[in-house]
Structure formats: C-alpha cells, structure tokens
C-alpha cells in the first residue's frame, strides 16, 4: 500500500513536470514562434495558452510591439565642411515574426548599426542649413535608407527623427554675428522705407501749402500752441522768411580788398646784379695796460684804497 502511494506521488509529480513544461502563456503583444526538433513552425502562436511537446519543441516569443530606439550621437562633417555632432532615434515593430527570429540572429543590434552607418551617409551628403531647418526631409531619406535593409528581416521603419545637432564654439558664435548683422540689415531698410514714406507724405503737404498759403499760416500756429504747451517760459516770435530774403536782395555786395603793403625794389647794378648794402663791422681794440706808481710809504701787498 505504501509503494502504490509512493509510485502515485511520483507520478504526479512527474505530470506536473509535464505540463508545466508542455504548457507556455502568449502576451496579447507577442507571437511565438515553435521549433519542433529544430525545424521552425509555419504558423506562429497567438495570445493564449500555448501546449506544446516536451522535449520536442522550443518556443522563442517575438516583440509585436513598437520599439524605440535612441541612435548614439555620431561625429560627422557636412558637404560644406563643418565639423557636427547628430543624434537620432527610431521608431520600429516587427512584422514578420517567422523571419525576424529566422533571417536575422539580433534584428534589434542589425537595426542599430544600420541606424548609425545611415545616419552619418545623412551628415556627409547634407549642408548645414538642411541640418538645422530642413529636417523633415532628412528624416524621410534617413527613413528610407533604413528600412531598405529592414524590410528584409520582417521589421517596419515607423519613423525616424534627428534629436539634436551640436555645433562647435566657433561656429556658434559666427552664426549669431550673421544673424546679428542680418538684424542690423532689415532694421536699416525699414528705417529707410520710413524715411521715404514720410518724404512722400512731406511733399504732397507742401503742394498742399503752395497752393493754399493759409494752411503753411494755420501750421505756424498750431506749430506754436505745440511750443507754448511743452515750454510755458519760451517766446516764439514768428518771422517771415519773405522779410529776410527781401532784405539779402536789398542789400548792395560790396567785395572787400585786402592792401597789401608796397614791395621795395632792391638798386640793381647792370654787371653784379643787385647792390647789397655793406653790414657793419664790429672789431675789438685791445688798449696797452698801464702800470700805477706804488705809494712809498704804502705796506707792501696792499694798493691805495683797499682795506687790511
């Protein structure tokens, strides 16, 4: 009785092996993919509970689901030479689970490579300004490129975006002075354009003024209520140009001479030329020094009129 208990418990035992063993759970997300003796099923497992064989078959659960994929930052240098640094990432589902598990030993390490090697063929075939303002249209090359290996695996590019795009120092800093002076351009050209809209606006006034002398009248005051308002302290006196320029036509030009002072002509011989006058000489004569009588009863080493 006890060994019929003991075999009983091993053989159930051994049935919970089994169908723990035989018996495999699918995500709604997942598909499985059977190999039965190594040789892979046709069709895939759905969500549910999978039976399968022990010992006999081998189940591999593949991803349905979109994966994101961040592509390292790549060094590279634009068709107009500058040095950039560009990341990226991608946006991928399988959809062939069969040949994703079959075709490819890691389609996720086959798609990164392949992410990178397109995205520095991006950079090198690319100027600049496409970099920095013509994504869209980098993304979709990018995308195709990529997905033209990955068709082949089962896998689908969803969508392929560039991040960011470092610049260096250098570059940095000429661009802000472009960007300044491009600034500095249009602001002269409205000042311009402001300009010649109020010159326009000036002269039809003064067609206006010329044909209505009342107005160029009625402008003065208003011109000095504006002045009377702003400085209470201040006089203004309105003078008629008409005066001033009656005044300039009345006045008689008078040119001034300067005199200059009468140039004295020097005598001139006709054989030496001009006679010049003998400058005064000045010569030193040297008188003969005279000795004085010594004083007889004078102390010698004295002379009159020197003091001891």
Same mark, same amino acid.
């Given at each position: 009785?006890?060994?019929?208990?003991?075999?009983?418990?091993?053989?159930?035992?051994?049935?919970?092996?089994?169908?723990?063993?035989?018996?495999?759970?699918?995500?709604?997300?997942?598909?499985?993919?059977?190999?039965?003796?190594?040789?892979?099923?046709?069709?895939?497992?759905?969500?549910?509970?999978?039976?399968?064989?022990?010992?006999?078959?081998?189940?591999?659960?593949?991803?349905?689901?979109?994966?994101?994929?961040?592509?390292?930052?790549?060094?590279?240098?634009?068709?107009?030479?500058?040095?950039?640094?560009?990341?990226?990432?991608?946006?991928?589902?399988?959809?062939?689970?069969?040949?994703?598990?079959?075709?490819?030993?890691?389609?996720?390490?086959?798609?990164?490579?392949?992410?990178?090697?397109?995205?520095?063929?991006?950079?090198?075939?690319?100027?600049? &300004?496409?970099?920095?303002?013509?994504? =869209? /249209? !980098?993304?979709?090359?990018? %995308?195709? #490129?990529?997905?033209? *290996? +990955? @068709?082949?695996?089962?896998?689908?590019?969803?969508?392929?975006?560039?991040?960011?795009?470092?610049?260096?120092?250098?570059?940095?800093?000429?661009?802000?002075?472009?960007?300044?002076?491009?600034?500095?351009?249009?602001?002269?050209?409205?000042?311009? &354009?402001?300009?010649?809209?109020?010159? =326009? /606006? !000036?002269?039809?006034?003064? %067609?206006? #003024?010329?044909?209505? *002398? +009342? @107005?160029?009248?009625?402008?003065?005051?208003?011109?000095?209520?504006?002045?009377?308002?702003?400085?209470?302290?201040?006089?203004?006196?309105?003078?008629?140009?008409?005066?001033?320029?009656?005044?300039?036509?009345?006045?008689?030009?008078?040119?001034?001479?300067?005199?200059?002072?009468?140039?004295?002509?020097?005598?001139?011989?006709?054989?030496?030329?001009?006679?010049?006058?003998?400058?005064?000489?000045?010569?030193?004569?040297?008188?003969?020094?005279?000795?004085?009588?010594?004083?007889?009863?004078?102390?010698?080493?004295?002379?009159?009129?020197?003091?001891?």
């Amino acid at each position: 009785m006890t060994f019929l208990l003991g075999l009983l418990a091993v053989l159930g035992a051994l049935g919970i092996a089994t169908a723990g063993a035989s018996l495999r759970v699918v995500k709604e997300y997942e598909r499985g993919v059977v190999y039965r003796f190594g040789r892979v099923r046709p069709r895939p497992l759905h969500a549910g509970l999978a039976v399968l064989i022990p010992i006999v078959d081998r189940l591999q659960k593949v991803n349905m689901q979109i994966i994101t994929m961040p592509v390292p930052a790549q060094d590279g240098i634009t068709r107009d030479n500058i040095t950039v640094r560009v990341d990226a990432v991608v946006y991928f589902k399988v959809m062939d689970p069969l040949r994703a598990a079959v075709d490819v030993q890691d389609y996720f390490a086959a798609i990164g490579q392949v992410a990178q090697t397109s995205l520095r063929s991006i950079i090198g075939k690319s100027d600049l &300004d496409d970099l920095l303002g013509d994504r =869209e /249209k !980098l993304n979709q090359g990018m %995308e195709l #490129m990529i997905d033209s *290996p +990955a @068709a082949g695996w089962g896998v689908h590019i969803d969508r392929v975006e560039i991040k960011d795009v470092s610049l260096p120092d250098t570059m940095k800093r000429s661009m802000s002075r472009q960007a300044e002076a491009e600034r500095e351009r249009r602001a002269r050209i409205i000042t311009a &354009d402001g300009e010649f809209q109020a010159s =326009e /606006k !000036l002269a039809r006034a003064a %067609e206006v #003024m010329a044909e209505h *002398p +009342a @107005a160029l009248q009625l402008r003065l005051l208003q011109t000095v209520v504006e002045v009377a308002a702003e400085r209470n302290s201040t006089l203004v006196l309105p003078f008629p140009v008409e005066l001033l320029r009656f005044l300039e036509r009345a006045t008689p030009s008078q040119p001034t001479q300067t005199e200059t002072p009468p140039r004295l002509d020097r005598p001139t011989d006709p054989v030496d030329g001009p006679i010049v006058a003998p400058k005064p000489m000045v010569s030193a004569v040297r008188l003969p020094q005279q000795t004085l009588p010594r004083p007889e009863h004078a102390p010698l080493g004295f002379m009159p009129g020197q003091c001891g």
